[in-house]
T-cell receptor, first 116, second 109 residues
Framework: KAGVTQTPRYLIKTRGQQVTLSCSPI?????VSWYQQTPGQGLQFLFE???????NKGNFPGRFSGRQFSNSRSEMNVSTLELGDSALYLC???????????????FGAGSRLTVL | GEDVEQSLFLSVREGDSSVINCTYT??????LYWYKQEPGAGLQLLTY?????DMKQDQRLTVLLNKKDKHLSLRIADTQTGDSAIYFC?????????FGTGTRLLVSP
């Protein structure tokens, strides 16, 4: 069974640009969550989607957005990039609806974004 | 609050046991987790424990939960060099995972 696939794995952008990251969840998983990992702030929750609906959102500015498609694939977008957006962006999928059961999240390898 | 705290660094010799500790502040947490992150990789779920349990064992891994003290630990028996990684404690809260700062485990031969 294929795991969570994130593309691209690495990318470099300049300040002011925008970026779109993609996540393909494990087949059959309907929930997709996004987390940002930085050396300074650690792992921070961005947002979570279930059945194409955003169920929960973290404390990030409106420049960070996401969506989920009918096949459960998800994308996140960051507009007007800032130096501080440099991070590893991790996507995770789960079978259950968040809040039900053990909430077992399977993470992808991440997309490492560098903003120059 | 959402704080989950861990010590930053642990160094052990191969074959010894490793114990990684975690404390949290929110007593309403239902599930607590341990994740492992190797260099350049994502997070790998090692194990999780429900808050009404005191202990869970899975091969070389033993999780202990002291709910009164809000203290979680991960014991790795017979630690190997391949166990060198960053270990994150996390709790389920407010419809999301809340992670600790991570403990870097270094295993020397």
């Amino acid at each position: 069974k294929a795991g969570v696939t994130q593309t691209p794995r690495y990318l470099i952008k300049t300040r002011g640009q925008q970026v779109t990251l993609s996540c393909s969840p494990i087949s059959g998983h309907r929930s997709v969550s996004w987390y940002q990992q930085t050396p300074g702030q650690g792992l921070q929750f961005l947002f979570e989607y279930f059945s194409e609906t955003q169920r929960n959102k973290g404390n990030f500015p409106g420049r960070f957005s996401g969506r989920q498609f009918s096949n459960s694939r998800s994308e996140m977008n960051v507009s007007t990039l800032e130096l501080g957006d440099s991070a590893l962006y991790l996507c995770a999928s789960s079978l259950e609806r968040p809040g039900s059961g053990a909430n077992v999240l399977t993470f992808g390898a991440g997309s490492r974004l560098t903003v120059l | 609050g959402e704080d989950v705290e861990q010590s930053l660094f642990l160094s052990v010799r191969e074959g010894d046991s490793s114990v990684i500790n975690c404390t949290y502040t929110d007593s309403s947490s239902t599930y607590l987790y341990w994740y492992k992150q190797e260099p350049g990789a994502g997070l790998q779920l090692l194990t999780y424990i429900f808050s009404n349990m005191d202990m869970k064992q899975d091969q070389r891994l033993t999780v202990l939960l002291n709910k009164k003290d809000k203290h979680l630990s991960l014991r790795i028996a017979d630690t190997q060099t391949g166990d060198s990684a960053i270990y994150f404690c996390a709790r389920w809260g407010f419809q999301k995972l809340v992670f600790g700062t991570g403990t870097r485990l270094l295993v020397s031969p």
